[in-house]
C-alpha cells in the first residue's frame, strides 16, 4: 500500500508566505521528514504547480486554490486537506496513520 502525498503550490510565494518556504521546498522537505518515519514504499510525495496542472484532478484543485483563496503549499491526502501555508508534520503523520501507514 502507498498513499499519494500532492503538495500543490507553484514558483511564486504566496503574498503571506514570504517568509516561508516554497512549495517544492516544502515537499522536498516532507519528504525526507517523513522517510525518517516511515517506510519508503508506504507513501510517495508529489509536487503540482497548480499554474500547470494537467489531470482533472489537479485541475480542480488549482481552481479550489485560486477561487476560495487557499494558502499554499497546500497539501492533500486523499482527498482532504490536511495542511495549509504551514504545514505541519504531526498533523500529516496523523492522517497516514489513520489510513494504515504505520512507523517504522
Not at 21 to 28: I, L, V
Not at 39 to 55: A, G, H, L, N, P
Request: aromatic residues 8%; proline residues 5%; negative net charge.
Amino acid at each position: 500500500m502507498s498513499v499519494e502525498i500532492t503538495v500543490y503550490g507553484t514558483e511564486q510565494l504566496c503574498a503571506s508566505c514570504v517568509n516561508l518556504p516554497s512549495a517544492k521546498e516544502t515537499a522536498a522537505w516532507l519528504e525526507a521528514a517523513l522517510e525518517r518515519k516511515y517506510r519508503r514504499d508506504s507513501f510517495v510525495v508529489r509536487y503540482c504547480d497548480f499554474q500547470k496542472v494537467e489531470s482533472p484532478e489537479d485541475q480542480a484543485w488549482a481552481r479550489r486554490i485560486i477561487e476560495e483563496d487557499l494558502w499554499y503549499p497546500l497539501v492533500v491526502i486523499s482527498g482532504e486537506i490536511v495542511g495549509e501555508g504551514n504545514p505541519r508534520l504531526k498533523d500529516i503523520g496523523a492522517k497516514l496513520e489513520s489510513l494504515g501507514v504505520q512507523p517504522v
